[in-house]
């Protein structure tokens, strides 16, 4: 139980931080990959990246050590242990990536869930983005390769992730079809992701409706309740008096008002 407590904590901790250089990581290889700098820049980006590698390598292992039974937990985070033991593989590290999409979610929680258009954009531009990069850098130097532009890699994830599939453009690597193989399943998932997300606000929303409704029915019976104890009083009294004939005469005026007070209760609760 404590190891697992440790767990939770680091990665409580680790979630922000782990965002940070992740924003970092796609800033730097975006100008890697989308800017062609000198080698001299590429050089410094290169450190850079190499230093974000390390942050997620640190934590990869520090999981791995703090998890109460690190058999399984190694089994159910094998692509973790890919992303971190492959470095050349740079559009795997993309991967990485996911890690700004959970952060958020941990972060904000029922918040961003309110914001369904908000969390569908963000999630869907980031993963359109990164892998957009990650096939661009593949095929862009290819021969025969028919995605030669940032544009073309971005047409291309789009009408993939979304089914639609014009095959104006494809991968020829390997590299490029593992990543489209990636992003059809990713595209997948994420519309699952979409569908529940608004689901449950679908759900809080309408439980909420029932909350209000069920208060305002409460109340009005417990105002009924109040008439009808009153109306209760009112006739114990009424007949009481009836029962008792020497006050029949000096108790008239106070019928009388009895009287009339009742009738006034009857027409407020009509």
Known sequence: MGSSQALDRWERRAEWPLAIVAVIFLVVYSVQVLADPSISVRVGLDWVLAIAWLVFAVDYVARLALAPDRGRWFVRHVLDLAIVVLPALRPLRLLRLLVVVAALQR????????????????????????ASLAIYETERDVP???????????????????????????????????????????????????????????????????????????????????????????????????????SAGQNRPHRTRQANRASRIEETSG
Do not use: H
């Open 107 to 130: 972060a904000i929680g029922t918040a961003i869930r309110g914001r369904v258009a908000v969390y569908t954009v963000c999630s869907a531009i980031l993963f359109l983005y990164a």
């Open 144 to 246: 025969g390769a028919s995605i030669a532009s940032f544009g073309d890699a971005l047409w291309w994830s789009v009408t993939t992730v979304t089914t639609v599939g014009y095959g104006d453009y494809s991968p020829v690597t390997a590299s490029g079809r593992v990543i489209a193989a990636c992003l059809m399943i990713g595209g997948i998932s994420l519309i699952g992701v979409v569908t529940a997300t608004i689901a449950s606000w679908i759900v809080e929303r309408v439980s909420e409706g029932d909350d209000a409704n069920a208060a305002a029915t409460r109340a009005q019976i417990e105002s009924l309740r109040d008439e009808v104890q009153k109306l209760q009083t009112l006739l114990a009294a009424l007949s009481w008096e009836a029962t008792d004939p020497s």
